[in-house]
């Protein structure tokens, strides 16, 4: 088995981590009013009605909305839902940002997934795609540090750095915590986006800004976790039918 990358008999976390998914069902009282952006085929089972770009065959058409995330803001009206679920959506837009804001906009409280720096590092995370480091479709880096949700773009230059490789793939196969990055708000998200040029410069500071979220997100998550028993049962009161 390789150090330095991961391979076809390494288990990937890519899916919802269910005792992720039942904690924060578990926070939610039976009256709650949930929305879910981006459900793919796996919804989040409190949430009520869901966002997506095009139709999903596994949500009923009447709680399932069309919005182009892109350009479209939320069709509700401020503060309708008392909580928002939002799993790997951001790192995949070109610019998040106004979809933060609209998440703040239409919700109470909620919780933004997405995958850590760790696994967006790693070589061979992407299935059976080359050995590129992380997800090669995704265009930002995301972590949460001190309560604040960081973004930093992800580019093509990542796969010169040297990093350590052992490392990297050892914190990826120690399970699903080391996977992604879980980042709870209420009222206002508080996010930060470093840029090329304002904040860093990509040739001289690059690397070390993602060896930062790397150490920066393992702290985090493992906070996250915490918080998260190893078998927990959804309540029947919490659950919306």
Known sequence: ????????????????????????????????????????YTPFPRASTFVDY?????????????VDLASEPLPFSDKMFDFVYCRHVLEDMYDPFPLL?????????????????????????????????????????????????RFVSKYPIIEYFRFSEEGIIGWLREGPKTWNTHYLWEDKINFQHQQNGPDFLLTRDYASILKNAMDQSKISGGMFWLQVPDRVEISQTALRA
């Open 54 to 66: 095009k139709p999903l065959p596994n949500i009923p058409a009447d709680r399932m909305i069309k």
């Open 1 to 40: 088995m390789s150090s330095t990358v991961l391979t076809n008999a390494d288990k990937k976390f890519w899916a919802p981590a269910e005792p992720v998914v039942q904690f924060l069902a578990n926070r939610l009282p039976p009256e709650a009013k949930v929305l879910e952006i981006g459900p793919g």
């Open 101 to 149: 804001r609209e998440m703040e906009r239409v919700a109470k409280a909620g919780y933004i997934e997405t995958p850590s720096p760790i696994a967006e590092m790693g070589r061979g995370v992407d299935g059976a795609s080359p050995p590129f480091r992380g997800y090669h479709h995704h265009r930002f880096v995301i972590w949460a540090h001190e309560g604040q949700l």
